[in-house]
């Protein structure tokens, strides 16, 4: 029994060491058209054709045959019509080098390689390098730390990124194409050109919500969505999405009138994801819809300052002293400051009252102003002291979402100003959810001048000259954003 799992053991490791070897193969198709099939033998079902000179990774070998991954699809090759050759090896030579997701240090860590670890190159993108373990992870890892394996020294410059593979086809048998779930109608019908899908560019790019034009003396066709623009001139290989060349297997062509491309550029040019059904025969184009911000009025020059709390709402009490006291004196002061330097104000309140949470965005929104400030003060635990600003644009809520450089910027442009007058510790502009942040419809922010029980801070905010520093602070931070 012994000696049977012993057996067993080396053979799976003898498996996967020979599993991940051919894995690091390519080979390059060198018949004319030549059959794909779902096992290694002629017997075995049809499940597509490769052209000439197509690139294939290697999985493995059996028979005489290679099962080949290219795309989404995989199948076997016989030997006779392919050119195996064996993946570049590399040497790590930094101590514990991250591998990461893509290529460069933006991109999140999938794992760590040790000095003298072997790798498979996979790919070359600028000066890094997509790579295969022994342990199978694909990953990305910087030239700056890897030789080759035989010369020791360091690998040669970025090769251009091969050709953009597209969707193989059966000949004769056309497949449905569903873009985000609705299967999409053609009044020329996709056609197979050298084994590939070929698709009406016009009608899934007007379905993306892009629009396309035809230049009939350049015979090219521009596509624009956004800040997204393709063109595709007829009967190339080499688009250009923003400037940049993107290659295809097959050109474009002119079919009765309709410009047919490759299904996969066309279905990820402006950053949707194709995806492969064998045993349905069907594409799935998937493309997330940027959402609509609703139509925004148009905004005035008007701040509306909001002092906070109010009447029975007395906010923070700390030794007698009341936050709705001290956020309206400086909400009072940072109104007249703005305008006598000719700046539009309504305050929320102007006396010791109660204002609703609701009510001071609804007055702000009603109004259609420019800039909504409110004005607090802090508290936690009668140590904690210091400035902070907020500011509220998640990305669930889109019509927030797309002012959030703007919310952010005006949070900062006051918390700048507050530390540089008050120079209290700098807590930073956040991101909170709060409910005249969260209700208020343009660039807003709320100012926690100082937290009032700490001792130290309840004492200067007592102070009329502090108050003034942080009505000044605030009606320059609010000018200095309306002037960038």
């Known amino acids: 029994m012994r000696k049977l799992s012993r057996i067993l053991i080396l053979t799976m490791i003898l498996t996967l060491v020979l599993a991940s070897n051919a894995w690091a193969d390519s080979g390059i198709v060198s018949g004319g058209v030549v059959n794909l099939r779902s096992g290694p033998g002629t017997q075995y079902e049809l499940v597509g054709t490769l052209s000439k000179d197509t690139r294939v990774e290697v999985i493995q070998s059996r028979s005489g045959w290679h099962q080949v991954q290219y795309g989404d699809v995989q199948g076997w090759i016989t030997g006779e019509y392919l050119t195996v050759t064996q993946s570049p090896k590399l040497r790590v030579t930094g101590d514990m080098v991250n591998l990461r997701s893509g290529p460069g240090t933006n991109y999140p860590q999938v794992g760590q390689a040790k000095k003298g670890e072997i790798l498979d190159l996979v790919d070359t993108c600028d000066q890094w390098y997509q790579i295969r373990t022994a342990a199978g992870l694909q990953a990305y890892i910087s030239a700056n730390y890897i030789t080759t394996v035989n010369s020791g020294t360091s690998t040669s410059p970025a090769q251009p990124a091969p050709p953009q593979p597209s969707v193989p086809a059966l000949p004769g048998k056309t497949p449905a194409v569903f873009y985000n779930g609705q299967k999409l109608a053609f009044d020329v019908p996709p056609m197979i050109d050298n084994s590939r899908t070929m698709v009406p560019l016009r009608a899934i790019f007007e379905a993306m919500g892009a629009t396309v034009t035809w230049n009939q003396s350049t015979q090219t066709a521009t596509a624009e969505k956004g800040d997204t623009t393709v063109i595709l001139p007829l009967n190339s290989t080499t688009p250009t999405i923003n400037g940049t060349v993107t290659k295809i297997d097959v050109p474009a062509k002119l079919i009765d009138q309709r410009i047919l491309a490759p299904l996969r550029f066309v279905g990820e040019a402006f950053g949707g994801t194709v995806g492969w059904d064998q045993a349905s025969y069907t594409i799935d184009i998937q493309l997330k819809e940027e959402p609509t911000p609703s139509p925004q009025p148009v905004r005035t020059n008007l701040v509306v300052i909001d002092p906070g709390h109010g009447g029975t709402e007395t906010g923070t009490i700390a030794e007698g002293v009341m936050e709705k006291d001290i956020t309206l004196d400086i909400g009072l002061r940072v109104g007249n400051i703005l305008r006598n330097r000719g700046i539009p104000i309504q305050l929320t309140r102007t006396e010791d009252v109660n204002v ?79 409910s005249v942040l969260r209700n208020t419809r343009m660039p807003s922010a709320l100012a926690e001048v100082m937290f009032l029980d700490n001792p130290e801070e309840r004492a200067l905010l007592l102070q009329d000259s502090t108050k003034q520093q942080a009505a000044e602070a605030i009606a320059t931070g609010i000018q200095n954003f309306m002037q960038r």
């Open 356 to 434: 609703g949470l609701q009510e001071r965005a609804d007055l702000a929104n009603e109004l259609n102003a420019a800039i909504f400030v409110s004005i607090h003060c802090n508290s936690f635990n009668n140590v904690v002291s210091g400035t902070e600003t907020l500011y509220y644009a998640p990305e669930s809520n889109p019509e927030l979402f797309a002012m959030k450089a703007e919310r952010q910027e005006l949070a900062q442009a006051i918390q700048d100003q507050l530390i540089a007058s008050l120079m209290r510790k700098n807590r930073g502009a956040k991101e909170d959810n709060l």
